[in-house]
Each structure stands twice: as structure tokens, then as C-alpha cells.
């Protein structure tokens, strides 16, 4: 999947592509047909940068119902000829995750299309797996045969069909499946479910990968092999040193992660590190000098997962460079520095927008640090970062930051976070937002009532609301 283009942030679609509560606002006071149009692009060509993480499906649902949203574009784009052509589950995936929140919210024209795409769509499995969740038996029972007939009865079909159903990730409809009273369906579903859970156990009984007795030098042979083949072994390896290594073998591991194999060489780096070696920090520094991409990338990631004081004191005097391990250090310091470290952590934070913009992997810690550290010379910048990231995720991070720094913020952002795409958000607003304003009291009963909305949104809203339910 290509990475989505995001219109500006001062839009109606820039805001629904990020999943804003601002967006919801917006188009609820725009022109109808706009507000679909902007709407139903959204839905049809996912925004996120990252899809399993980033929730956007209830908040797109929502805003279908309050505009009493038709579904036809969405009907087209399933059933489009691209549907055979492009089988890739993120095509339809966001249309599909839609449909199913609408269907629980009692939409039958979006029940109708899930089924009608679980028998003749591409991406089946998917809009099975929210039928699972929302439709009747009687409704899945019906899709038994069309789904089955998806399989070949010869040896290859049956090994396929075994194969899905032991990776179904939801098992109600083969379950019902089983019992069907229709021999030609139970047998067969039966048959796939044995073969799966025997495929499993033969799994479980062949491991790969490391054995008892192995030397250190075996496993960083080992690591090395898995560098050769493209695959990243240290971490696991690593983890295989702690098993194997005693105190004779140290000076060995020293020398590896001085000057060893690529692959030995990043196993000794997140061993010593993950050990609080007293070489460990000289050794990363040494290893960002002269170490090849991946072998840098290992140092700053293993220097990153030391929890004592002195990787920390060293981070105080790393925090200047201007290469990765700065910017690092910049990262342990924002979630293990004290509040003398509040100057390094906003320099770091200000340098990371400046240099990278405001969807900098980075921004992550840097954000829940100034949060952690209630560095209120930071909001302006947090603000920047929750109004520009497409990523809904960051945007919540940046929202839990100013809660903490930002005077403003319960009347301010909080305020929209009601309605924005990420439940955590959602929460940290219930939490906070002023309830002064006739919006936040109106929401937070709509909230606490809603059956879709998750459970710790409704436990902060009902933290507001008394046994009156007069916002508090």
C-alpha cells in the first residue's frame, strides 16, 4: 500500500483523513454533499499511515450516521472490477470495518453488503470476521456454501481451506459451520478443523532455531547465518547468550561487539546492553562510529532499553550530538530524566519537529516526555504536533502532553477530543474537557450512552457525570 495523501490540516478532508474531532464538527455544519464527498474518499482510500493501529472505522461510521450517509459509493468501490485485480486486504478493509460498526448500529442495507461481499468479494475473510461479531446464525449459515465453494475438493483445496480456517481470527462462523445439518458443510468444516489443529501440534513439536547445550560461539554463528539469509536474529539471540553465557565468556562477547561478525556483533551489543555491562555505553558509543547501518541501528536501539543511572548520566552529555545517538539520548532522557533534563527534552522535541515535521518517528517519546515532565514551554510546540501529525495515534500522545502542560487545554483541544477517531483520546477528553460548554455536556450523555463506545471512554465520562447525570 502506498502512503495515503494527506490534505492540509485546515481542511474538511485534511481533518477526517486525520480522524479530528474537529473533522466531525465541521462536517456536521458543512453542505451535506460535502461533507459525503469528503466523507466517503476517506473510506474509500484509507488515510492511515498504519492501519492495524489506527482507528478510524467507528469514527467514519458515526459521522455516516449523522449525515443519514447512503452507502452506494461504498457498495461500488467493493464491487468495483479492481476487486479482482487488486486483492491487497487494505483496498476494502476500512470500507468493510465501516460497514460493520453501521450493522451494529442497525443499518440493514450495511448488514446486506456484508454479506453480499462475504459470498463474492475478494477480501471474504474480512467481512466474515465482522459478520461474525454482528449478523445472526441464521445470516452466517447462509453464507456457509458460497464460502465453501470458494475451495477446490481436491487435496490442495481442502489444505487451503484447513489452513484458513486454523487462522480464522474469528471462529464463530466455521464453529457453526461444524454443526451444520448439512453433511456435505459439517463433514468438510470438521475435517479442515482437525487438520488444522494437527498442522499446529506437528508445529509446536518442530521448533527451529536454537538448542540446549549451545555455545556463545554457536550463537553468534547463528545470528550471522540469519543476517546472510536477510532475516535480523539478535534479538533472539541475545536472548539465547543470557541462557548460555557465563562469566568465562565475557571477554569473548566483549571482543564481538568490538569488532565481530555483523551478526555477532549486534547480538553481543543487546546482550551487554540488556546486561547493564560497565562497557556497555563505550562500546555503543564505539559501535555508532564504526559499525555498519544495521550495527548502528542495534547500539541506539540497545542503548535506548538501559534502565540504570549512568546510561542515563550519559545521555545528559550525548544529548548534543547531532546523529542518532543525540537524538537517542534525547529519547531516554524524556522517559527516564528528571526534571533537571526538562531544557535537553524540549531541545530535543523542538529539533525533531524543526528538522523532521510533525510526524517524526521520534516525536512518540520526545511528546510523552514533555508530558511526563510538565514542561509547559513546550505547548506550543505539542499543539503544532496535534494539529499537523496524520498520525492518530501521536495526536493522542500529544493530547495526554498538554492535559499536563497546556492551561488551556479543557477548554481547548479537549473540547473536540470527544470526538476524535482514537478511544484513548476520547477518554483523556472525557476526563478533562471543561463542561461549561453545552457540546461537552450534550456529548458526554451521548457517550455514556452509546453501546459501541469502549468501556473506558463511558467509566471517565460516568467519572463526570453524577448519579443525575449533571456533569460535574
Known amino acids: 500500500m ?98 460493520g460498526h453501521l450493522a451494529s448500529y442497525g443499518r440493514l442495507d450495511a448488514l446486506q453488503l456484508l454479506r453480499r461481499y462475504a459470498a463474492h468479494g475478494t477480501n471474504w475473510a474480512w467481512a466474515l470476521d465482522e459478520l461474525a461479531l454482528r449478523d445472526d446464525d441464521a445470516g452466517l449459515r447462509a453464507l456457509a456454501a458460497p464460502v465453501l465453494a470458494r475451495f477446490a475438493t481436491d487435496a490442495e483445496g481442502e489444505a487451503e481451506l484447513a489452513v484458513t480456517v486454523r487462522d480464522a481470527f474469528e471462529p464463530r462462523p466455521w464453529r457453526l459451520w461444524a454443526d451444520d445439518p448439512r453433511q456435505s458443510v459439517a463433514t468438510r468444516v470438521r475435517r479442515a478443523q ?35 539469509r536477510g532475516a535480523a536474529l539478535h534479538v533472539p539471540a541475545a536472548r539465547c547468550l543470557s541462557a548460555v553465557a557465563g562469566p568465562e565468556d565475557r571477554p569473548e562477547i566483549v571482543r564481538a561487539a568490538e569488532d565481530g561478525t555483523e551478526g555477532a556483533r549486534c547480538t553481543a551489543l543487546r546482550y551487554l546492553a540488556d546486561s547493564d555491562d560497565p562497557d ?12 555498519s547501518a544495521s550495527v548502528v541501528e542495534t547500539a541506539v536501539d540497545s542503548f535506548e532499553r538501559m534502565r540504570g543511572l549512568a546510561a542515563v548520566d550519559r545521555a545528559r552529555g550525548w544529548a548534543h550530538r547531532p546523529d542518532r545517538l543525540g537524538a537517542a539520548a534525547g529519547r531516554v532522557l524524556a522517559c527516564r530524566g528528571g526534571l533537571q533534563d526538562r531544557d535537553l527534552v524540549l531541545a530535543a522535541l523542538r529539533e525533531a519537529v524543526r528538522g523532521e515535521g510533525p510526524d517524526a518517528p521520534t516525536l512518540w517519546t520526545l511528546v510523552d516526555g514533555a508530558g ?93 457525570i453524577g448519579p443525575e447525570e449533571t456533569p460535574v
Open 2 to 99: 502506498f502512503d495515503p495523501v494527506i490534505a492540509p490540516s485546515g481542511t474538511l478532508l485534511g481533518l477526517l483523513q486525520r480522524g479530528r474531532g474537529d473533522g466531525t464538527l465541521h462536517a456536521l455544519t458543512a453542505p451535506r454533499s460535502e461533507a459525503l464527498t469528503a466523507l466517503n474518499h476517506c473510506v474509500l482510500r484509507d488515510p492511515r499511515h498504519d492501519w492495524q493501529v489506527e482507528n478510524r472505522s467507528l469514527y467514519y461510521a458515526r459521522l455516516y450516521l449523522d449525515l443519514h450517509g447512503e452507502l452506494d459509493e461504498v457498495e461500488a468501490h467493493l464491487f468495483d472490477s479492481e476487486d479482482i485485480l487488486d486483492t491487497d486486504e487494505s483496498r476494502t478493509g476500512l470500507a468493510l470495518a465501516v460497514l
Open 194 to 228: 482437525e487438520t488444522g489443529s494437527f498442522d499446529r501440534w506437528q508445529r509446536q513439536m518442530s521448533p527451529t532455531g536454537p538448542r540446549p547445550g549451545w555455545s556463545v560461539r554457536a550463537v553468534f554463528a547463528w545470528a550471522q547465518q540469519g543476517i546472510e
Open 280 to 291: 556497555a555505553l563505550a562500546l555503543i558509543e564505539r559501535a555508532v562510529a564504526t559499525g
Open 372 to 464: 511526563r515532565l510538565g514542561i509547559a514551554a513546550g505547548a506550543p510546540v505539542l499543539r503544532h504536533v496535534y494539529r499537523e501529525t496524520a498520525s492518530s495515534h501521536l495526536r493522542g500522545r500529544a493530547a495526554r502532553a498538554l492535559a499536563s502542560t497546556d492551561p488551556s487545554f479543557a477548554t481547548g483541544f479537549a473540547v473536540e477530543c470527544l470526538w476524535d477517531c482514537e478511544e484513548t483520546t476520547r477518554e483523556i477528553a472525557a476526563r478533562h474537557a471543561e463542561t461549561g460548554d453545552t457540546r461537552v455536556v450534550d456529548r458526554l450523555r451521548r457517550l455514556a450512552a452509546d453501546p459501541a463506545e469502549e468501556a473506558e471512554v463511558q467509566t471517565a465520562v460516568r467519572s463526570r
